[in-house]
């Protein structure tokens, strides 16, 4: 009975898609085609062989002339661009291409046009999403009202909600007949075990007890703060949380100052953990445990493939554990899933609409999951009733190499909670990452950031004003007191300076564009 129903709903959604997307692409005859800049990451490959994007030209009678631009090189290339406002492409297209502030920025000055007066006429599968999940349209709508941008949605459970994970070395812990530690101070007597013993047996001292990078996102080690009260903001640098409704600035709290003094007296003077941490760049962090046997205890990453296959199955994930006074608190990402950024149209642009009605499609389960996890036929199976299933990844190839090769993930398009209850379930990754986070994690999950937020230009502004020296002191005195102690000392000072470079009224404009996003 069960298998009937989600055969049902499964063929309602396909039918309700396509019957959105049924309108005429494009309302001219002639085949029209655009200039789209599209940023490539390294394991992408021909946005021109996408069989994805060949699916969509016919749908659409729309062409796109790619101008495919490496990842690293692309911030400075679309500021440069954009700040110029000329000779500028149709459209700028991939997720997490372009923070608001300038969204918000180049939408205000006209550089980027708004999307507003399409919508309802070109973006059927658009507009129904935005009706069933006001969330998202929140998250978009900038503070003048207009939608500059078509975001990525993606509601995979906690996958990433709860970011960062830790993960220990099961075989050194057996080795040494020691417990998975529960509490900081078994965290010290683990790490100081690992240290002192050769736990990888090849005669060297070259035992890594404890890994991280430093505010590098989910290899951060800022969820171990919690054990004093809030845990540091691991998925970016602006270390603001919500509490209770309540805007708090988490590196002048109290807890921020202990966790300080403790994290130096018993872990970074005592060499348990890594002062590598402070200065490894992504793929230097990756690049380690590669060797014949493995010389990490423990680190910080968003699944325990992120240091590599070698040694993956050598760890498993551990819980949050209790600081001196039994506090306990790991970070909780509550808006993960929706990035604002994944296709903005410039001025530069003559017929906007034939290009919105190709970007419609995006929003139609059938193509959103064909562009997030590859066509059918290549990476991903038809099953024959209306759900679909991953092709099994080739020997020699991680899934994300397999897939992102063959198709443009973390782009404009929604996959919400119906679409993997009737179509296609996470990955096998996400969901084991899943089942990590909702067994071990949420139960701590108390210090949650705070959601995102679009301001005016001004706004924005006077944000980036304060924000660059606050962030900036924040930066430089928590690896100062990690690495080398002195919180007590200077801690007075710090605050002060903090509340000089206007910290007050930083919190102020978060908490004020929090209250109006919660109808406050």
Known sequence: MKKIVSLLMALALV????????????????????DVMIRMRPMNGDADQMTIFTQMEEKTNVHINFEQVPQAEWDDKISLLLGAGVDLPDALYSGYSMDSANLVKY????????????????MPNFKKMLDEHPEVKA?????????????????????GKIPGNLFMNKTWLEKLNLKVPTTIEELETVLTAFKENDCNGNGEADEIPMTFKFLGSQRDLGSLFGMFGYADSLYDDTHLIVDDGKVIYVPTTEGYKEACKYLYEHFFSNGLIDLEGFTMDKATYNAQNQGEVANIGSFFAWNVFDLGQVHMDEYEAIAPM????????????????????????????????????WADLCYD???????????????????G???YSYAPTPEGQTYDEFVFGS??????????????????????????????????YLPYATTVSVPNLLFSEETTERLNLIGEDIKGLAKEKRAAWLAYGGVEEEWDAYVAQMETMGLAEYIKIYQDGYDVANGK
């Open 365 to 383: 389960f059938y193509y959103g999951m064909q562009l997030e996890y590859g066509c059918i036929g290549e990476t991903l199976i038809d099953n």
């Open 15 to 34: 039918l309700t898609f396509a019957c959105a997307s049924a309108a005429d692409y494009p309302a001219k005859e002639d085949n029209v085609s655009y």
């Open 322 to 357: 209790t600081g001196p006074d039994g506090k306990c608190s790991w970070y909780y990402n509550q808006t993960y899933g929706i990035e604002p950024v994944g296709l903005v149209i410039t001025n530069a642009c003559k017929n906007p609409e034939h290009l919105l009605q």
């Open 107 to 122: 939408g205000s000055q006209g550089i980027l046009i708004s999307l507003n007066a399409y919508i309802d006429e070109y």
């Open 385 to 387: 009733d209306g759900t």
């Open 139 to 159: 998250a978009i709508t900038a503070p003048d009202g207009n939608i500059y941008s078509l975001p990525f949605v993606r509601y995979d459970g906690l996958t």
């Open 407 to 440: 198709t443009y993930p973390d782009s404009c398009l929604a996959l919400t909670d119906d679409f993997y209850a009737t179509m296609l379930p996470i990955p096998d990754s996400a969901q084991a990452k899943d089942k990590i986070n909702n067994e071990l």
